[in-house]
């Protein structure tokens, strides 16, 4: 599948495009540093990962634009204390100059965590995004506790990237989570990259948690089943999950090392039938965060 198949292929489906809920957009001096990170891919995760889409910020979204992503998020994350504040300022700004975009933001445990994830909730943020493994922490910090309880209180979602891979982190993995969640029960987590490799333990939390959901990002690529294969006896689930409208898709554009259209492509081998696509590529997301 080719990018330029997108707009044909939702045009099928019968909805109006995309909704991409894991696109990165930072400051150009915070992407340059993450794709140098990327550039010794070999190094840090022994697998090499040339950035497809290594563009302009103007140019990536209109070439989003262009291949049918309708909706999509900016997600930044906090990877020490500090940086969070002017991150969500740029981000709240972002959103407002391109409609399209969510309004998004981030945290990290930290004095006055509680203050400007608070103010971020009242200037509009429908989507928080976290990064254990970059940023070194544990959920559970007393430091996130006030933050935790805003955002269950506000119905909003955050993207967490709390699973293994690409790398194991002392805090990552599902029991960080179900630790939290227990003091949370009803907290809004999207688990990003289907929390690979331990999906099934995150799937065990989304059976328990109503407000756990997944998104579908780089799971089942071919750059992903090289290492981080969804196991086929996990796919009746994931797609009970998806048509009750809780898998989000999410490409991680443009830090890929594949066309954007391969994303699509790996869902629709997974063979769960139009109405779970459509629930994933778009519905899913606008009922949630529109």
């Not at 994350?77 to 309004?103: C, I, K, M, S």
């Not at 994830?117 to 509009?124: F, H, I, L, N, T």
């Not at 194991?168 to 999207?190: C, D, F, W």
């Not at 331990?198 to 109503?210: H, T, Y």
Request: glycine share 8%.
């Amino acid at each position: 599948m080719r990018d330029s198949d997108l707009p044909g292929l939702v045009a099928d489906l019968g909805i109006p495009g995309i909704f991409d809920l894991h696109v990165h957009a930072m400051p150009d001096p915070v992407m340059n540093a993450v794709w140098a990170v990327f550039d010794r891919a070999e190094e840090v995760y022994g697998t090499r990962w040339p950035i497809t889409y290594r563009w302009p910020d103007e140019q990536r979204l209109a070439y989003l634009a262009s291949i049918g992503v309708r909706r999509h998020s900016a997600l930044c994350y906090a990877h020490r204390q500090g940086v969070a504040t002017g991150l969500n300022d740029w981000t709240r700004e972002y959103a407002r100059l391109h409609p399209q975009v969510l309004h998004c933001a981030t945290f990290f445990p930290e004095a006055g965590a509680a203050s400007y994830v608070s103010a971020a909730v009242e200037s509009g943020a429908k989507l928080f995004k976290i990064h254990v493994e970059v940023g070194r922490f544990d959920v559970n910090d007393p430091l996130l506790d006030k933050v935790w309880g805003t955002l269950e209180q506000a119905g909003i979602s955050t993207v967490a990237h709390i699973g293994s891979a690409p790398l194991p982190a002392q805090y990552s993995g599902p029991q960080h989570l179900e630790r939290l969640l227990q003091r949370h029960p009803s907290l809004k987590v999207v688990v990003a990259h289907f929390g690979v490799p331990e999906v099934a333990g995150f799937l065990d939390l989304a059976d328990r948690f109503p407000g756990v959901s997944l998104d579908t990002t780089m799971v089942g690529t071919d750059f992903m089943n090289r290492r981080w294969p969804v196991s086929p006896d996990l796919l009746p689930r994931v797609r009970d999950l998806g048509l009750a409208g809780r898998v989000f898709f999410g490409s991680d554009f443009p830090n890929i090392p594949y066309p954007f259209a391969h994303q699509v492509e790996a869902l629709r081998r997974w063979s769960l039938g139009d109405d779970w696509l459509r629930e994933g590529l778009w519905l899913a997301g606008k009922r949630r965060f529109d």
